[in-house]
């Protein structure tokens, strides 16, 4: 199987056009410069990675979000340096594994989705459940990432009420090694850089507790986002229409959730590095966070959420306050009281 390098040359791209990618590759992974020649060497040499990818519970924004991906490699690379051998929404018919020729150990697996685990009754194909399918695929992988808010923490399909009881590819493969990638959708370029870091490295990237990659997910939005200064100095947009919002001032009063968002919206950006949300003036929701669906209220001030309202909340407060009055004027009378 032929490396990127060729792919490269292949498709009429000088040399430098290679070591641009290589040096875009090198930085994203977090080795720096001074890996460059390590980087080179590899993407010369190693074959491009093999690629499942299986679409579960998902709106397949996972998988725009890597054909819009295009800073790292050119588009027409990209879509011959990944050698997808298979894609369960992109391709009609069930390919046997043995049919795919996979190598042990070298290929990715790429699940989208979440799955949902009532019986199998939904998200089935072929008479297969998702889980079966799963299950089918995933010795010999050598790098699983589950792709996506969905596939990562249940994401929508897990929101209440959860008909279709949706829950995160780790719950399955409770004793596999799951790379995570968080995000609705993740930033394709992100998506790119993990899997050539699996060809570079031969190994799955350092992730942190809760499965992501730290090079990645080490850091809040807050953290990086260029309104930051804004934010310490205490100057928020208080509407979307005032003057302070044209100013770029800080988005906390409007919703921003970037203090409690891990993702690499302000670094790697979206669009080839052009913008991110934040930057064309919106609040970060928090989408590569776990729930975020569920604790809604996009437009609300962080510290209104944090304060943990919620209508269950306030229903269930209300219900203990009556149970409490009801209780307190008992007592009271039984005390002659009242
Ligand atoms: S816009 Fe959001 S992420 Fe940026 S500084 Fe303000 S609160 Fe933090
Ligand atoms: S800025 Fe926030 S809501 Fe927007 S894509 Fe990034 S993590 Fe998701």
Same mark, same amino acid.
């Given at each position: 199987?032929?490396?990127?390098?060729?792919?490269?040359?292949?498709?009429?791209?000088?040399?430098?056009?290679?070591?641009?990618?290589?040096?875009?590759?090198?930085?994203?992974?977090?080795?720096?410069?001074?890996?460059?020649?390590?980087?080179?060497?590899?993407?010369?040499?190693?074959?491009?990675?093999?690629?499942?990818?299986? @679409?579960?519970? @998902?709106?397949?924004?996972?998988?725009?979000?890597?054909?819009?991906?295009?800073?790292?490699?050119?588009?027409?690379?990209?879509?011959?340096?990944?050698?997808?051998?298979?894609?369960?929404?992109?391709?009609? @018919?069930?390919? @046997?594994?043995?049919?795919?020729?996979? /190598?042990?150990?070298?290929?990715?697996?790429?699940?989208?989705?979440?799955?949902?685990?009532?019986?199998?009754?939904?998200?089935?194909?072929?008479?297969?459940?998702?889980?079966? &399918?799963?299950?089918?695929?995933?010795?010999?992988?050598?790098?699983?990432?589950?792709?996506?808010?969905?596939?990562?923490?249940?994401?929508?399909?897990?929101?209440?009420?959860?008909?279709?009881?949706?829950?995160?590819?780790?719950?399955?493969?409770?004793?596999?090694?799951?790379?995570?990638?968080?995000?609705?959708?993740?930033?394709?370029?992100?998506?790119?850089?993990?899997?050539?870091?699996?060809?570079?490295?031969?190994?799955?990237?350092?992730?942190?507790?809760?499965?992501?990659?730290?090079?990645?997910?080490?850091?809040? &939005?807050?953290?990086?986002?260029?309104?930051?200064?804004?934010?310490?100095?205490?100057?928020?947009?208080?509407?979307?229409?005032?003057?302070?919002?044209?100013?770029?001032?800080?988005?906390?009063?409007?919703?921003?959730? *970037?203090?409690? #968002?891990?993702?690499?919206?302000?670094?790697?950006?979206?669009?080839?590095?052009?913008?991110?949300?934040? /930057?064309? *003036?919106?609040?970060? %929701?928090?989408?590569?966070?776990?729930? %975020?669906?569920?604790?809604?209220? &996009?437009?609300?001030?962080?510290?209104?959420?944090?304060?943990?309202?919620?209508?269950?909340?306030?229903?269930?407060?209300?219900?203990?306050?009556?149970?409490?009055?009801?209780? #307190?004027?008992? &007592?009271?009378?039984?005390?002659? *009281?009242?």
């Amino acid at each position: 199987m032929e490396s990127l390098y060729n792919v490269f040359k292949r498709r009429g791209y000088t040399r430098r056009d290679f070591l641009k990618s290589a040096l875009l590759i090198a930085s994203t992974i977090g080795m720096g410069p001074s890996f460059l020649p390590q980087v080179v060497k590899a993407l010369e040499s190693k074959p491009k990675p093999q690629v499942l990818w299986l @679409s579960f519970q @998902s709106c397949l924004g996972c998988t725009q979000s890597i054909l819009n991906s295009t800073s790292i490699v050119p588009a027409d690379v990209l879509s011959e340096y990944i050698s997808l051998e298979y894609h369960e929404t992109l391709m009609f @018919s069930h390919r @046997s594994k043995e049919a795919m020729d996979l /190598q042990k150990g070298r290929y990715v697996l790429v699940l989208e989705g979440s799955l949902p685990v009532d019986g199998g009754f939904y998200c089935t194909g072929g008479g297969r459940s998702a889980e079966e &399918i799963l299950k089918s695929l995933m010795d010999g992988a050598g790098l699983i990432l589950a792709l996506g808010s969905c596939a990562s923490w249940g994401g929508i399909a897990h929101a209440e009420p959860n008909p279709t009881k949706a829950v995160a590819v780790d719950e399955i493969l409770k004793h596999k090694r799951v790379v995570k990638l968080p995000g609705c959708p993740p930033v394709g370029d992100v998506i790119v850089s993990v899997i050539a870091s699996f060809v570079v490295t031969g190994k799955p990237p350092e992730v942190d507790g809760e499965g992501r990659p730290r090079v990645f997910y080490g850091q809040t &939005i807050h953290d990086r986002c260029y309104r930051r200064p804004f934010y310490d100095a205490g100057k928020f947009v208080g509407s979307f229409e005032g003057e302070d919002a044209q100013r770029g001032y800080c988005l906390y009063r409007m919703g921003c959730k *970037g203090p409690i #968002t891990r993702n690499a919206c302000a670094t790697v950006r979206w669009n080839g590095g052009l913008s991110f949300p934040i /930057q064309s *003036g919106h609040p970060c %929701f928090g989408c590569s966070e776990a729930d %975020f669906w569920d604790r809604g209220f &996009i437009y609300r001030p962080l510290s209104v959420v944090e304060e943990g309202f919620s209508w269950k909340e306030a229903l269930a407060g209300a219900l203990i306050g009556t149970a409490l009055g009801y209780g #307190t004027a008992y &007592i009271n009378k039984k005390l002659g *009281g009242g």
